[in-house]
């Protein structure tokens, strides 16, 4: 069973940018199609980005695309999501998942594993 844990969220200003890290453990990343989801106050959580267990294959949400960039790297076990360009609706709580198949996966309920979440707050 593989354990997720989310890190690099914080409080940033409109237009700026912000790396956040999903270090997994238990077992290895490159068994696992993995993504990022989000979810504000009062809103439900949403896809924001996959990628597939070799990275040949990745998805953007349109609210996204152009300035969010998802990669892995299988030797440290991590997949990160490099954001830039960010504006105040980015605002929310950024969990990563993974699941034991290849493909990539766009639906919450195509995941099993899931991190804690990590806190990404862009002001005006």
């Known amino acids: 069973q593989v354990q997720l844990v989310e890190s690099g969220g914080g409080l940033v200003q409109a237009g700026g940018s912000l790396g956040l890290s999903c270090a997994a453990s238990g077992d290895p990343l490159r068994s696992y199609a993995t993504g990022w989801f989000r979810q504000a106050p009062g809103k439900e959580r949403e896809i924001v980005a996959a990628i597939s267990r070799t990275s040949a294959t990745t998805y953007y949400s349109p609210s996204v695309e152009g300035r969010f960039t998802i990669s892995r790297d299988n030797r440290k076990n991590t997949v990160y999501l490099q954001m830039t360009n960010l504006k105040p609706e980015d605002t929310a709580v950024y969990y990563c998942?993974?699941?034991?198949?290849?493909?990539?996966?766009?639906?919450?309920?195509?995941?099993?594993?899931w991190g804690q979440g990590t806190q990404v707050t862009v002001s005006s």
């Open positions: 998942a993974a699941e034991l198949r290849p493909g990539v996966i766009m639906k919450e309920r195509g995941y099993d594993y």
